[in-house]
């Protein structure tokens, strides 16, 4: 459940249990505050995003480097690329 208070977005979780006291039925409910729960899993996300797109992107890189080292070495050799 999100509200603002103060201007400020708040996300609770809301959790309510019904018993029974004195043959009378009564409802509790209970607010948690779980705002600094989902920024550390969303902080968390991102950063596994983040390592996993490096990872695909030097994936692609790397073999373009190698072959340009290659092309520069031959290049830079000619008798090298002769072969």
Known sequence: MR???????IQLALHASV???RDRE??????????GALEEKEMEA???????LTHEIMNSITPIASLASTA???LGNP?????
Not at 3 to 9: D, I, L, R, T, V
Not at 26 to 35: E, N, R
Not at 46 to 52: E, F, M, S
């Open 3 to 9: 509200f603002e208070a103060e201007g400020e977005p």
């Open 19 to 21: 018993f029974r006291m």
């Open 26 to 35: 009564h409802t509790l409910v209970s607010l948690y505050d779980i705002g």
């Open 46 to 52: 991102w950063q596994n995003l983040i390592r996993v």
């Open 72 to 74: 520069g070495d031959m």
């Open 79 to 83: 008798e090298r690329g002769s072969n």
